[in-house]
């Protein structure tokens, strides 16, 4: 038993200081054998948690027991943002959770199957609920969300107490009715909906009725009055109604998620070829693409729909407005003839595989506006060698975004602000490469040593493209010394514990020794 507590107590020490090697940074971020710990993926207490590339928290599952949950702000030191997919799926213990604050979206069936779940409290913070996050918890039947940017996906309370006492006909959630829901029961052939006024968002399937296992699309729809002042048109909103022949569209919408609407139905096919806009979002460019060279998208534009311009195999050039902060999902996928793009200042998102496949792209201009990068947006984009980025690498480190996508960005990223922020309308893209030969220089004179993981990375046979490279790696030398000396006095203090355990392991092997 001594021997047994001898070597449980030096394994103790060792895994104390394993972790803290790992969450500071000496060690890879991996997996560590026999410590069940990653950086991306730790246990704390109740929790299992992520931490994002923003330095935030994004829970994804939880372990505890209790009935009432109350969701911390921070975890680890770092703020709580995101409650991630299923995370509390199925923990029909649950009676009532607390959210805090800090939080910004839950994940799609977060809290699917929590049957016992009777009420949630929305904080005002949320700006997004995934699809069917309380989706068969069937006790819920008070449901409280402030008015704010709120937007929800699809049949998010589907399967409630609440879903299931409303009335038939458009059923709206959220402090005074800010949300439109979804329309429930039978709906009569050549049906007209009003929405009432002061609806601002609409979310996900909302005329896409699910009961039990069966979806049933509102074919009967043909007609629908949008309220002035709605801001949102949520995934699939409208899409499986077929026979809709006339929307009244505001120009307050900002925004229409993806299959919100479907290309051929009635309403869309009576707008000329050419770009379709619906409030102050190009949906989509109607008909033939074939010799589409180039285009303007029109000020005042705040969001480009989802495969807008996909399969534009001649454009060769784009011009987004300033206005615009959104480019949706695919929307420049395969446009093989592009050979550069401007994303101007203001643009904060930008979707999924945008510029996909884009062959002949050569130069991209990101701003430091831009605040989450979607999957794979430069894959496939063989030429593509410069991408310029407005800000700073502090600032490119809080932008939202896979790693993989990251590591691939940054092989190509060259910081046109230097060691300052500036402002968009204040930075200009080089005129040629010889402009950035002169910058180049000076920077390469001013350093002994680079960064051989970058250096190695460097396979272009243009001996300018080798020389633009390294201005990305001076801009970074100063942050690597100052984790040089972090990490040397990390290991010293590492060791400095290894040994303190040797001694007190020595100490307890003499104990029992003198106590036999």
């Not at 006909?169 to 800010?178: H, K, M, N, R, S």
Request: aromatic share 8%; hydrophobic share 35%.
């Amino acid at each position: 038993m001594k021997k047994v507590f001898v070597k449980r107590s030096f394994s103790f020490v060792i895994m104390l200081v394993t972790a803290a090697a790992v969450n500071t940074g000496t060690f890879p971020a991996q997996l560590l054998p026999g410590t069940g710990l990653t950086v991306n993926a730790v246990e704390d207490q109740d929790y299992l948690y992520d931490e994002l590339t923003d330095g935030t928290i994004k829970i994804t599952s939880y372990n505890g027991e209790d009935e009432t949950v109350v969701i911390p702000s921070e975890i680890s030191g770092k703020t709580v943002t995101q409650i991630g997919d299923r995370a509390f799926q199925g923990r029909v213990n649950i009676k009532s959770v607390q959210f805090p604050d800090t939080l910004l979206s839950i994940g799609e069936g977060s809290f699917y199957g929590c049957s016992g779940l009777s009420s949630v409290n929305i904080p005002g913070s949320v700006k997004s609920i995934g699809d069917n996050a309380f989706s068969y918890c069937q006790e819920l039947e008070k449901i409280t969300i402030p008015k704010g940017e709120t937007e929800l996906g699809s049949w998010v309370f589907q399967n409630s107490k609440w879903m299931n006492e409303q009335p038939d006909g458009c059923v709206y959630l959220g402090e005074d009715d800010f949300i439109l829901y979804t329309y429930k029961g039978v709906m009569p052939e050549n049906t007209s909906v009003k929405i009432k006024d002061g609806t601002e968002y609409i979310a996900g399937a909302a005329f896409t009725f699910v009961a039990g296992d069966m979806v049933t699309s509102y074919e009967q729809l043909v007609s629908v009055e949008l309220p002035s002042g709605l801001k949102s048109i949520g995934t699939r909103a409208f899409q499986e109604c077929r026979n809709l022949s006339d929307v009244k569209m505001p120009d307050s919408v900002t925004k229409i998620a993806n299959l919100a609407f479907s290309w051929d139905q009635p309403w869309i096919k009576k707008y000329a070829d050419g770009p379709v806009y619906l409030g102050k979002v190009l949906f989509f460019y109607k008909g033939d693409k074939s010799d589409l060279t180039s285009f303007e998208i029109k000020p005042g534009t705040v969001s480009i729909g989802d495969d807008a311009f996909r399969g534009s195999e001649k454009l060769e050039s784009i011009t987004i407005p300033d206005s615009v902060t959104s480019i949706g999902d695919g929307v420049f996928n395969e446009c093989g003839s592009l050979t550069s793009v401007e994303i101007p200042d203001g643009v904060e998102n930008i979707g999924n595989h945008a510029f996909l496949c884009c062959q002949s792209l050569k130069t991209v201009s990101l701003p430091k506006s831009v605040k989450s990068i979607g999957i794979s947006v430069f894959n496939c984009c063989d030429n593509l060698k410069d991408i310029f980025y407005n800000g700073t690498e502090d600032s490119f480190s809080r932008i939202i975004m896979q790693s993989d996508d990251r590591d691939q960005i940054v092989a190509l990223l060259k910081y046109q602000s230097g060691d300052e922020e500036i402002s968009g309308s204040d930075s200009q893209q080089p005129e040629s490469y010889e402009e950035k030969d002169e910058h180049i220089s000076a920077a390469v004179q001013s350093s002994s040593e680079q960064r051989s993981d970058t250096v190695s990375e460097i396979t272009e046979d243009n001996t300018d493209d080798q020389k633009s490279e390294k201005t990305f790696e001076n801009v970074s030398e100063n942050e690597n010394n100052n984790n040089t000396d972090k990490n040397v006095l990390i290991i010293c203090i590492i060791a400095l514990l290894l040994i303190a355990g040797v001694i007190i392991t020595v100490i307890v092997i003499g104990k029992n020794k003198s106590g036999k």
